[in-house]
């Protein structure tokens, strides 16, 4: 047996091999229950379950995901059952799993890797997921591709199809591996639609930080200074919802015109180096390693809190939290309480994971609702493409208008509300190159 054969975790697992690995099969009824009431906050994804499961156009097809098993997830993956297709599931962080969906997944005959608080086997899960012989792959934060291109060269470049990447980081990677010619595969970039970005990214993940960060604390937020690093859509986000619980709120930015648009959306911006000493709570959202580090824990106050809802767990500099501290104890789930040298309590939530996942449940399925439409149709045009014999280049691919246009069309259908339209003159008007003043 090779290395990524052996599961490392000791600890009591259910799991059938070749088949699934979670923590708990006995809470499949509770699970089940999450999944219906995620189905019934998710029109877009149901109404094309409902048409895909009539025609299957994903028979024959096996799909591998990782990303985070959730009960929206979940609706996800019985979409593409539906539709035909073999599934094949991992989690794409450590700590964002539910138990009981994962249980119901299983129950419900398909193949999930997956377990909350999985540090030691993540790779041996998706290796499971490769296992299943897929020919899709859909990525959250690229692990499962990176995972192919390092382990399964020859298999990635001749049998896999291509792929979809759910988040912004994940997208930038596959970017950059695209453009070095190292990506075996065409990848559509399904942050990068209007659809997904503009409403998961930011609503979202305002509304599941700030709950992932009232659960782990509990502490009131009005009136506390409240630092948001990072300014792009998911920070945006963050910052927005902090203020609308009547928080004081600072942003700190490394590209200008961000730092703009957050001082026009009435948050304070500085440099890190001064928020640290005056913030209450620090939110890192920039996909970038290090962003809270020695330096700044240095100057923080007795009682600051700390969290990371950025994909990767780098953006605070764990280990020089831990070289600055005399002793750690937990003090709630998700809630670590460092004691510093000099008596100062800093507390680090969720381990500097996802704190909306870690703490708190991801983002409301309303929002998920689009952006896992937008992955299954962007699954179903990879299909379309290879079943018409088109060859796609094998880099990161952005998806076309359309979709966003049809998948936020069916959400205002869903939700009751119209659309106007253009008359037969406006349309000419627009487009008339001669028309001025
Ligand atoms: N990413 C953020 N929130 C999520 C959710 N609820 N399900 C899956 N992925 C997510």
Redesign the pocket.
């Known amino acids: 047996m090779s290395e990524n054969k052996i599961r490392k975790s000791t600890e009591k697992l259910d799991e059938k091999i070749g088949e699934y690995c979670v923590r708990e099969l006995s809470l499949a009824s509770e699970g089940r229950k999450l999944i219906d009431w995620a189905e019934s906050r998710m029109p877009v994804l149901m109404s094309l379950r409902k048409e895909l499961s009539k025609t299957k156009p994903l028979a024959g097809f096996t799909l591998a995901g990782s990303?985070?098993v959730?009960?929206?997830?979940a609706v996800l993956i019985e979409t593409f059952a539906a539709a035909g297709a073999k599934v094949s599931w991992s989690g794409c962080n450590p700590l964002?799993t539910n138990d009981a969906v994962a249980a119901a997944l299983v129950e419900a005959g398909h193949s999930v890797y997956a377990w909350y608080g999985n540090h030691d086997d993540f790779y041996w899960c998706i290796e499971r997921t490769i296992d299943h012989k897929p020919n899709l792959i859909l990525d959250?934060g690229a692990d499962l591709i990176n995972t192919l291109h390092l382990n399964h060269a020859e298999y990635s470049k001749n049998e896999i199809i291509g792929g979809t990447e759910?988040t912004t980081t994940g997208v930038h990677r596959l970017r950059k591996r695209g453009e070095a010619g190292q990506l075996y595969f065409p990848v559509y970039a399904v942050n990068d639609v209007e659809t997904k970005w503009d409403f998961?990214n930011v609503y979202?993940?305002g509304q599941?930080t700030l709950d992932g960060i009232i659960r782990a604390t509990s502490v009131l937020l009005a009136g506390k200074k409240f630092v948001t690093a990072g300014y792009g859509h998911c920070g945006k986000g963050v910052a927005l919802r902090a203020k609308g619980m009547g928080a004081d709120t600072i942003v700190t930015e490394i590209k200008a015109t961000a730092a703009l648009k957050a001082v026009l959306e009435s948050h304070n911006v500085m440099p890190m180096e001064e928020a640290a000493a005056i913030g209450d709570v620090f939110c890192t959202a920039t996909g970038v390693k290090d962003v809270i580090r020695k330096w700044h824990f240095e100057k923080m106050k007795d009682g600051a809190i700390v969290c990371n809802t950025g994909h990767y767990d780098c953006e605070i500099n764990i280990p020089e939290l831990e070289e600055l501290s005399l002793s750690k104890r937990t003090i709630r789930p998700n809630c670590e309480e460092y004691i510093m040298k000099d008596g100062r309590r800093i507390y680090l939530l969720a381990q500097g994971r996802?704190i909306?996942?870690a703490a708190a449940?991801?983002?409301?399925?309303e929002v998920?609702d689009m952006?896992f439409a937008n992955q299954l149709m962007s699954q179903l045009r990879l299909v379309e493409a290879h079943k018409a014999g088109t060859k796609l280049e094998r880099i990161v691919l952005d998806l076309p208008e359309e979709q966003d246009q049809f998948i936020a069309g069916k959400k205002l259908e869903a939700l009751g509300m119209g659309l106007d339209a253009l008359t037969y003159e406006q349309k000419f008007y627009i487009d008339d190159f001669n028309a001025g003043t």
């Open positions: 990303l985070h959730t009960k929206e997830t964002s959250d759910e998961d979202g993940t599941s996802l909306n996942l449940e991801g983002h409301p399925s998920m952006s």
